[in-house]
């Protein structure tokens, strides 16, 4: 399907331009594409383009402090889990919020200016909503790969420029 | 007292054997190395896979050695190895061959190309390439002690080879016919009809079919056809491949013949004496390439198709006549249009815009007016090159 095509071009590089997007997938008119990816905005599968950052290598400025945070919680008989974390997701200081099988109910990323500031708003917030059992927080101290990329530089390994 | 030479050639000169002192230096050598000097061209004259090899591949390799699998393997290769080659063939080509006595793994299937021709070439045996053709072919044939007979195929033609031409060339001096399909520069396919006028041609005049399918999975077809998994061309055929290019693996050097008995049991001798067998680490990655890489290698096929079409669809939007190309990752446009020869367009467009292609004339007959494009390079680089060639052709 085409549509998946194109999702698949703009999660390797939302920043392709349409030209080169229609003519990979083979797509005759660069309005073609222009639709079908407003389309994808419209019924809300494109959520949004962010970059994919290397947060440990930005100079100048705190870095941000993350925490991913696993945490237990008591299903309502209405709406099981869905209550608690639509709760918790309104919260902007959570960057991501899954349902996650196994021993925990809910994994979430939270990121805040300081240590301080995460610890508060655990303690605070997260902890004190009606149905959050538990919470169990590890702060992140270093980032290796997110969203398919790799964070450390291999050495560079120089192709050869002309073989045949 | 000194003796005084008045012969051109150096004593040392004279010791090098004939056939070899008369092996043509690629005559674009001169282009090469200007390409070399320029540090800051982009480059479309690569003949691999801008890929690294796949971690899990590599991982192997890697656990291989921290397990202490330095010795020699068997000389036609790991029997694992060669047990799941075969798999692969018969599940991917429809050809069937025996693990313990039709298949072996060499060192890039440069090393199974250049087994064939000794094995098989008595000194002035013809043998019948299409053209234009990957450069170690007429070399190759020539080592041996045969004579090469380049076939030109023609852009009309889709670069497929022409039965008729192809009878015209046949002598009584003919062993064999070597193929390559996908080709490596013109990327063209043959498709079942075409195929099976070449085996019946060569049935007719009992000729071998050497066909080097190294491109065969990067094939954008509906339909692969290899010529090997006809029943009745078995016993004259030597399948060559290997993983250099699907696999992203050029560097480890594996390659692979498989054919009959009698032919493999001719290539094994050799092999034995001038090779042992091929490096233990890289059979064992290739191992783990054929049992569980497919994935990986049908992700890198599907990135090539992409780039593929925004190149070629670039290239003639420039000005160069460019067919579809419908495997490996080359596409061959014509430069006859601009008036310049091969070599004229490759190093003016090297100089004038820093964008670096392979002549077609290295290429041998039927190569002159076009050049080869590698399109198994980055996305960002593509497209500056696209920039950059469409400006040179409104110049």
Redesign the interface.
């Known amino acids: 399907m085409m549509k998946n095509k194109v999702l698949k071009?703009l999660r390797e590089?939302a920043r392709?331009d349409f030209a080169?997007i229609a003519?990979?997938?083979?797509i005759s008119s660069v309005q073609e594409v222009e639709d079908i990816v407003a389309g994808l905005e419209r019924s809300g599968v494109i959520r949004g383009y962010t970059a994919v950052t290397d947060d440990f290598a930005v100079s100048g400025g705190a870095a941000m402090v993350k925490a991913i945070i696993e945490v237990k919680v008591t299903p309502r008989r209405d709406g099981g889990f869905d209550h608690v974390a639509q709760r918790i997701a309104k919260f902007p200081e959570v960057t991501d919020l899954i349902l996650l099988s196994g021993s925990c109910d809910l994994l979430l990323t939270i990121q805040g200016e300081s240590l301080q500031e995460v610890a508060n708003f655990v303690a605070e917030k997260l902890a004190t909503i009606d149905g959050v059992i538990s919470t169990s927080t590890g702060f992140m101290l270093r980032k290796y790969k997110e969203s398919g990329r790799i964070m450390l530089n291999d050495e560079n390994?120089e192709?050869?420029?002309?073989?045949? | 007292m000194m003796k005084i030479m008045n012969d051109s050639k150096s004593v040392s000169e004279k010791f090098i054997a004939p056939h070899i002192a008369g092996l043509p230096k690629s005559g674009i050598r001169k282009f090469f190395d200007l390409v070399n000097a320029m540090d800051d061209c982009i480059s479309l004259g690569v003949g691999e896979p801008d890929f690294t090899t796949p971690w899990g591949i590599r991982e192997s390799g890697i656990y291989s050695l921290e397990s202490g699998h330095t010795g020699y393997t068997s000389n036609l290769g790991m029997p694992k190895l060669r047990e799941e080659v075969c798999r692969y063939l018969k599940r991917n080509y429809h050809a069937d061959y025996d693990p313990a006595k039709e298949c072996i793994i060499t060192v890039g299937v440069s090393e199974a190309l250049d087994l064939a021709f000794r094995a098989l070439i008595s000194p002035g045996d013809e043998v019948i390439y299409a053209t234009p053709a990957y450069v170690s072919y007429p070399a190759g044939i020539a080592m041996a002690h045969g004579v090469p007979v380049p076939l030109p195929t023609r852009m009309e033609n889709g670069f497929a080879v022409d039965p008729d031409d192809l009878k015209k060339l046949i002598s009584p001096r003919t062993k064999a016919i070597l193929l390559n399909f996908p080709c490596n520069p013109t990327g063209a396919v043959m498709d079942r009809a075409q195929l099976r006028q070449i085996a019946d041609i060569a049935i007719e005049h009992n000729l071998v079919v050497l066909t080097d399918e190294i491109y065969s999975e990067l094939c954008y077809a509906e339909e692969y056809v290899s010529i090997a998994s006809f029943p009745d061309m078995k016993e004259r055929t030597v399948f060559l491949h290997g993983l250099s290019k699907a696999f992203a693996m050029t560097g480890w050097r594996i390659g692979f013949a498989c054919g009959p008995e009698a032919l493999i049991d001719a290539m094994m001798k050799i092999h034995q004496y001038a090779i042992m067998c091929a490096p233990t680490m890289a059979q064992e990655a290739a191992l783990e390439a054929l049992k569980r890489g497919e994935r990986s290698m049908l992700e890198m096929k599907e990135s090539y198709r992409e780039r593929r079409n925004f190149f070629v669809a670039g290239l003639n939007d420039a000005g160069l006549k460019c067919l579809m190309p419908h495997g490996a990752f080359y596409a061959f446009p014509s430069v006859k249009e601009t008036g310049m020869s091969s070599e004229e367009f490759a190093e003016k467009l090297l100089k004038e815009e820093r964008v670096a292609v392979v002549p077609g004339t290295a290429f041998g007959p039927g190569g002159e007016g076009f050049v080869r494009c590698c399109y198994a390079t980055g996305a960002a680089e593509l497209r500056e090159a696209l920039v950059r060639i469409k400006r040179f052709m409104g110049r």
């Not at chain 1, 003519?23 to 083979?26: A, E, P, V």
Request: charged share 25%; with cysteine; aromatic share 14%.
């Open positions: 071009l590089n392709m080169e003519l990979r997938c083979g390994y192709r050869l420029k002309i073989c045949f």
